[in-house]
């Protein structure tokens, strides 16, 4: 069973970068063809997706957040990336890191299968 | 970006009634979309995707439907346990796109 876990700071001071970070157990993030996403959720509202990376490390990004995030596998192969630059309080919101639906091989697709519990950022000087 | 309209944007029900929600989108996202349920404080569900392949673990009560633009979640007799918020979401084309959700209460 895929788990994934959010970890970051919980504040983040206007116009400085968000980091977290996503540790999937159960799983390698190179290992079969998956995509891995981030989405966030502000507090009483919808969901957004903020981006992907696949297997193969490349990525697809919001176009309203596209030039602010990057999104990245780390060098241990079971953790990927968020970053958010220049925030301010409308990126308040609580971030999940998700894994997409699919066998890993034949079929797969974006749509979260598997979330973490999701982390709190709160953006505020 | 695709819109995803969902309608109601809220219900309130009795246990026992059958419940439906119905998510339309801007343009035909095929078969790509899926139904999740979020409850308080908890990361969302996914319920059905495809728009009818219910998830492993997810009980019968649950139903998906349609395909294109119009697409349908019914819950046929609603338990206490389904009170919830509900999203589509279609991942058809990028970026990812989820519906306003529809909050079910209890009536």
């Known amino acids: 069973q895929v788990q994934l876990q959010e970890s970051g700071p919980g504040l983040v001071r206007p116009s400085q970068t968000l980091s977290l970070t996503c540790t999937v157990s159960?799983?390698?993030?190179?290992?079969?063809?998956?995509?891995w996403s981030w989405l966030r959720q502000p507090a009483g509202k919808g969901l957004e997706w903020i981006g992907r990376?696949?297997?193969?490390?490349?990525?697809v990004y919001s176009p309203t957040l596209k030039s602010r995030v990057t999104i990245s596998v780390g060098s241990s192969q079971n953790q990927f990336s968020l970053k958010l630059t220049s925030v301010t309080a409308a990126d308040t919101a609580v971030y999940y890191c998700?894994?997409?639906w699919g066998d890993g091989s034949v079929s797969s697709g974006s749509a979260p299968l598997y979330w973490g519990q999701g982390t709190l950022v709160t953006v505020s000087s | 970006a695709i819109q995803m309209t969902q309608s109601p944007s809220s219900l309130s029900a009795s246990v026992g009634d059958r419940v439906t929600i119905t998510c339309r989108a801007s343009q035909d996202v095929r078969s790509d979309f899926g139904w999740y349920q979020q409850k308080p404080g908890k990361a969302p569900k996914l319920l059905i995707y495809g728009p009818s392949t219910l998830q492993s673990g997810v009980p019968s009560r649950f139903s998906g439907s349609g395909s294109g633009t119009d697409f349908t979640l019914t819950i046929s007799s609603l338990q206490p346990e389904d009170f919830a918020i509900y999203y589509c979401?279609?991942?058809?084309?990028?970026?990812?796109?989820f519906g306003g959700g529809t909050k079910v209460e209890i009536k």
């Open positions: 159960g799983g390698s993030i190179n290992s079969g063809r998956f995509y």
């Open positions: 998700a894994r997409g």
């Open positions: 979401l279609q991942d058809y084309t990028y970026p990812l796109t």
């Open positions: 990376v696949f297997s193969d490390g490349s990525t």
